[in-house]
């Protein structure tokens, strides 16, 4: 495996030896490419490079996780927390109360008939068991 110090010498090889050796500019190139590629191989397997990757995959994950995703079965909306809000294909909002759900401004109670919506909030229960609002 070629080192940043071989490519480095490598370099100043081809430089040195271009005028006095009358090296094919092809064949410098071949043997400069050979040793970035080897390079390139080191950096992308060192661990800085995987902290890089996964830090990149857990952004990628919560931008996922923060976007308003699709709800279309009553067993969805039946398993979301109390205080979630959804917002149904009229574009009408719901909140969920106990075990009720209620479109703001209105008494119209059954949302199921609205489906699929929308879910915009969320409640989530932090380890330490309070609620924090998880916005979809």
Sequence with gaps: MTTEYDTTKLIAEARKALPKYGYSTAYLI???ADALEAEHGRIASSAYMQRIVAEKNAVIAELEAALPRGVTTVE???????????RDRDREVWVKFEDEWTMVGCNDSDVWAYLPVTLLFAPSVTPGGEEQGDES
Excluded: M
Aim: net charge negative; hydrophobic share 50%; no cysteine.
């Design 76 to 86: 969805e909306l039946d398993a979301l927390p109390v205080g979630s809000v959804v």
């Design 30 to 32: 071949e043997r400069l």
